[in-house]
């Protein structure tokens, strides 16, 4: 009983040896800056918490000070938040999906079947993914009203307005061009109409629609087209514009507080 006690008693003292010994290196020191929580030495006091977060690179992801009501679920409905999760889920589905879909009028279609009947969890991922895309729609929207609701577009917050009037476009074009790859009779007509709509621009018309289209009408072109757009262009000129979007709600002050 003594000896095992005494064993234990050994163990620990080598463990406590080895964690000061790392604590004390340099490159544990490169990485938890001075203030961390993991370094020797730490105080918890009010200024050393805000050090924690200014110093680290992953932490300085959070602000320092978060106003009470911010954290309340019911003043934000946590709807901008949902909307970023909902790209995630949306990046990481469409990452799978591209590696069972080839953009030609002769294999699109097809592949998307197979995609459904021959490959495991084929059809889950596409409808989460198809799913998600219209969530993403309707909880941006919803988004948008809360902050109009709350008057949360007024200064100093009115150039993130614009920014946020830009990611609802972005979005709406992600989801209607995402909407021809299934290639069935569907998408193509729905495209048809869009783009014949989008022929009645003012002046420009014609060319606009010839350029939507990479042609006169619909076809395989048009898919490659709206394809390189809905997995590439799109997506990341969206996540420039949400960097931009979250960088101002934290230089405007964090969201906006109750009135
Ligand atoms: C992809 C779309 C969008 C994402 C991911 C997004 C994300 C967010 C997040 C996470 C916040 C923090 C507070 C909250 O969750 O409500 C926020 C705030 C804000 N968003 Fe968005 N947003 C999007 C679209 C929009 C749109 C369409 C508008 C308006 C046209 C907008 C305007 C604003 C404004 C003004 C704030 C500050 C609100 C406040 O201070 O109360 N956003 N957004």
Request: aromatic share 14%; with cysteine.
């Amino acid at each position: 009983m003594a000896k095992a006690m005494q064993n234990k008693g050994r163990a620990a003292r080598v463990m406590g040896d080895m964690t000061d010994k790392v604590q004390a290196s340099q490159t544990w020191n490169s990485i938890f800056r001075p203030g961390s929580i993991f370094r020797k030495g730490y105080t918890d006091s009010p200024r050393n918490r805000s050090y924690v977060i200014m110093n680290s690179v992953l932490y300085h992801l959070h602000p320092v000070k978060v106003k009470r009501h911010a954290v309340k679920v019911s003043y934000t409905l946590c709807l901008g938040g949902l909307s970023f999760f909902l790209f995630i889920l949306l990046t990481v589905t469409g990452i799978f999906l591209m590696f069972f879909y080839r953009p030609t009028a002769a294999q699109a279609w097809n592949d998307i079947y197979a995609l459904q009947t021959n490959v495991a969890f084929g059809l889950l991922v596409r409808n989460m993914h198809r799913w998600a895309a219209h969530l993403m729609v309707l909880s941006v929207f919803l988004h948008m009203a809360r902050v109009f609701y709350h008057g949360a577009y007024k200064p100093p917050r009115e150039f993130n307005w614009v920014i946020g009037v830009i990611l609802l476009t972005l979005t709406l074009l992600l989801s209607f061009t995402g909407y021809l790859l299934p290639w069935d009779q569907l998408a193509l007509w729905a495209v048809t109409v869009g783009t014949n709509m989008m022929g009645y621009t003012p002046v420009f018309g014609n060319q606009v629609r010839f350029a939507l289209l990479g042609g006169a009408e619909i076809g395989t072109d048009t898919l490659l087209r709206w394809y390189v757009l809905h997995v590439l262009m799109l997506p990341f000129v969206i996540v420039i514009f949400m960097a931009i979007h979250f960088w101002r709600v934290r230089k405007d002050g964090g969201i906006s507080g109750p009135l």
